[in-house]
């Protein structure tokens, strides 16, 4: 049964915030050019975003913001909290893109995010349980691959990756398979660009996956390339509970595309870039973080039901 009386439309799902953009650069303790594509997740009470900082060489690193509603009142960390390790190859050029899950088995965080190795970008996972220590485990597997998370458990005895490699110039969503994190096969396409729609160009994953009754819901950006440049917009698929390999339901239209003048205008033009989200299960609000035209962070919140309803009534996919 649908909660509201109609059925909320894919462009009514969210709605932004009236104060975005919530973070910009001028709001940084340190010279940045661009603070933009946070991870999210919620600490004690509190909301906690791994913001991507780019500094003035065009090199990304990490830095913690906490606020203690989600939308308001951030608390910056006075340096970077996760940086480059600039001897190493893998991560020569920054790190971008931070995705987090809580890992049930480890009993800690899980931030999947790309290293920009000279070989290009690459998947690697750190851990950590308070966002001020971290174990680097190194990268998961080779170039050119972006826009990764971990689910947070075992299916039928493996963890699960999703990832978005570039296979003979092709940008499409996989999923992959680990006994130990370490280890990934098994290798399968999951979500494909679709010739003609708004993901005809690149499909990546979004924020991190969001468990509910009824499936994963994942959020995926989608490109299409125009005359003047890319668009990313947002789409929602719906993923087997039990066998997350298993694509259930598909948005045709996007969900949220550029529109406001922050995310029409920036460094890199016509941007929504969701790349975290947290749950608020006492008021059942999804609040969704994205990085607006490669400059600043954003926010929008959907009721979670209406995204559920919205993902029933799109169609079956077909595998
Ligand atoms: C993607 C990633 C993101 C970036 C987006 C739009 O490929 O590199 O970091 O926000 O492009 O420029």
């Given amino acids: 049964m649908p909660n509201t009386l109609r059925q909320k439309k894919a462009h009514e799902l969210f709605k932004r ?3 975005n953009p919530i973070l910009t650069p001028g709001d940084w303790p340190y010279p940045a050019n661009a603070v933009f594509n946070p991870a999210a997740v919620k600490l004690n009470s509190e909301t906690l975003l791994l913001v991507r900082v780019e500094d003035m060489r065009g090199f990304s690193h990490f830095t913690v913001a906490r606020s203690p509603n989600g939308f308001t009142d951030w608390e910056i960390d006075p340096s970077p909290t996760l940086e480059a390790n600039q001897s190493s190859r893998e991560e020569k050029w920054g790190l971008e893109d931070p995705r987090i899950i809580w890992l049930n088995e480890q ?3 899980a931030i999947t995010y790309i290293s920009f190795s000279e070989g290009g970008p690459v998947v690697s996972l750190a851990i950590t349980k308070n966002f001020r220590t971290f174990a680097r485990l190194g990268a998961l597997l080779p170039p050119e691959d972006k826009d990764a998370c971990l689910l947070p458990h075992r299916f039928k005895g493996r963890f699960a990756l999703i990832h978005r490699p570039i296979v003979r110039g092709e940008a499409h ?5 680990s006994p130990d994190l370490k280890h990934w096969g098994d290798h399968r396409p999951l979500i494909m660009t679709r010739a003609g729609y708004w993901d005809c160009h690149r499909v990546g994953l979004a924020c991190q996956p969001i468990e509910t009754e009824i499936g994963w819901m994942m959020f995926y950006h989608g490109v299409r390339i125009t005359s003047a440049g890319a668009i990313y917009r ?3 698929a719906l993923l087997d509970l039990q066998e997350p390999w298993k694509v259930l339901r598909r948005s045709n239209e996007w969900i949220l595309g550029p529109r406001e003048i922050y995310e029409r205008v920036g460094d890199v033009d016509d941007v929504v870039f969701p790349t975290g989200a ?6 059942n609000q999804l609040n969704l973080y994205y990085g607006a035209a ?8 959907a ?3 209406d995204v559920l309803d919205y993902i029933m009534s799109c169609p079956e996919v077909k595998q």
């Fill in 17 to 19: 915030y009236d104060g």
């Fill in 107 to 109: 009993k800690q965080f």
């Fill in 173 to 177: 969503i996989w999923i992959s398979f």
């Fill in 234 to 236: 947002l789409g929602v």
């Fill in 278 to 283: 947290t749950v608020h299960k006492e008021t």
């Fill in 294 to 301: 490669d400059c600043t962070v954003a926010i929008a919140t």
């Fill in 303 to 305: 009721n979670l039901s």
